[in-house]
């Protein structure tokens, strides 16, 4: 990077995934509590993942692996000076996020409209490792959905920042260090997508 | 500095997308194979190889040096220490 202001990008990407890492180990504390859980209660937690909609689950992940597709390609195009086709990109990636939460907000009303919430009567009276496996879901499910709307929010920023010029092919360490966060997002779901909706 | 200009082209990322997606397929169709235990392990791994190929190649962890991949491979290996311990005192409690 020749560049007349002092920048340092590699500090910028080491700090960065620093951050990722410490997300990292958030997300396998959550991991790690379903795996006691399902080790305590494998009967509850097979009853309770026989309700989760694995068409809902699959929609998301195939959504999430293209906007991760599209969030790279941003950071390639804007490599090669393209910055037009690098706000298509980010577009296209913020569109998929919104898709994304879209179509969670319709699965949790479902879920929610068939008694399924912490605390609700249904289950209150259902076997421990039920109202276990759906509040760790809630939780972790919840927890990556705010990462969604905050990496959304972000890669929102970022785009404006490019369609400005402040962010071009000299100097896009931050264009880098927000689709980084946003890969992370959908790394966390490739491994939700099989513990949630699929092993149980 | 060299490996901070690699470009990885769209050509590549969407060879890396297209492989993602036929494992997703793959995934779920496991998944419906009902093989007891095995699935699990089967999806996990498949969820691993997943999970590789983002950080390789979206994220760009091959283009980097050896600092940033140390310090993942730390971290997985603190994330295995963390997860071994604690079955170990779940399962011999």
């Known amino acids: 990077m020749t560049h007349s202001q002092h920048k ?22 959550l991991f790690l509590l379903y795996a006691v859980y399902l080790s305590r209660y494998p009967q509850g937690f097979t009853t309770a993942g026989r309700e989760m909609h694995i068409v809902f689950g699959t929609a998301n992940t195939a959504i999430l692996i293209t906007s991760s597709l599209l969030a790279a390609m941003s950071v390639t ?24 939460l879209t179509n969670k907000y319709f699965e949790w009303s479902a879920e929610i409209g068939h008694g399924f919430y912490p605390d609700s009567p249904r289950l209150a009276t259902a076997p421990p490792g039920e109202s276990a496996f759906f509040s760790l879901y809630y939780m972790t499910v919840g927890l990556h959905g705010l990462h969604v709307v905050i990496g959304g929010s972000l890669l929102a920023w970022v785009a404006v920042k490019v369609k400005r010029g402040s962010i071009h092919s000299g100097d896009y360490v931050l264009l880098e260090n927000a689709t980084l966060y946003w890969h992370l997002v959908d790394l966390i779901w490739i491994f939700i997508f099989p513990l949630y909706y699929l092993i149980l | 500095m060299n490996e901070q200009h690699h470009i990885v082209s769209h050509r590549k990322l969407a060879g890396v997308w297209l492989a993602l997606l036929a494992l997703t397929a793959l995934t779920v169709w496991v998944a419906h194979l009902n093989l007891a235990v095995g699935h699990v392990w089967g999806s996990l791994a498949i969820a691993c190889l997943k999970s590789g190929l ?16 140390w310090l993942l491979f730390m971290t997985l290996v603190i994330l295995a220490i963390f997860i071994g311990l604690t079955f170990f005192d779940v399962l011999y409690r």
């Open chain 2, 54 to 69: 983002v950080i390789a190649f979206f994220m760009h962890m091959k283009y980097e040096g050896w600092l940033l991949r």
């Open chain 1, 8 to 29: 340092d990008n590699a500090g910028a990407k080491l700090g960065m995934w620093l951050f990722l890492f410490t997300e990292l180990l958030l997300f396998g504390g």
């Open chain 1, 77 to 100: 195009a804007i490599q090669r000076g393209e910055r037009r086709q690098a706000l298509w990109f980010l577009g296209g990636t913020i569109l998929c996020a919104v898709i994304f």
